[in-house]
């Protein structure tokens, strides 16, 4: 649950009735490593394995298109949201595009 609105990747919540469909949803969020972050993720991939730096960014972009969703859910009077899925994709060079969509609903528990 975010900010009281119901968040899941699957068609339904256990427990609960979806009484209304408001519509499809998104957020997106488009995130970059300045000098120095690029900096350390080159070192990084040079010495292998996972690369910290990268995920930090991707995890910030996830996070904040994923407000973005549930700030619009609000703005249409859901409080839920299902078959949530996550898109990812570089753009440009070093710019990470997340973007997330939905099913806003309005449920009810059985």
């Known amino acids: 649950m975010s900010n009281g609105v119901i968040l899941t990747t699957t068609p339904e919540i256990p427990g609960y009735k979806v009484k209304k469909v408001l519509g499809i949803v998104h ?13 350390i993720a080159g070192l990084e991939a040079l010495a292998g ?5 990268y995920l930090t960014e991707l995890r910030k972009a996830k996070d ?10 609000q703005s249409i009077g859901a409080n839920a949201v299902i ?6 994709s570089e753009i440009l ?18």
């Open 93 to 110: 060079e070093g710019f990470i595009l997340v973007s997330v969509t939905g099913t806003a609903v309005v449920v009810e528990p059985e």
């Open 49 to 53: 394995g996972r690369g910290e730096v």
């Open 83 to 88: 078959g949530i899925d996550f898109e990812t």
């Open 64 to 73: 904040e298109a994923l407000g973005d969703l549930v700030r619009h859910a």
């Open 27 to 39: 957020g997106m969020s488009i995130r970059t490593r300045g000098f120095g972050g690029r900096l």
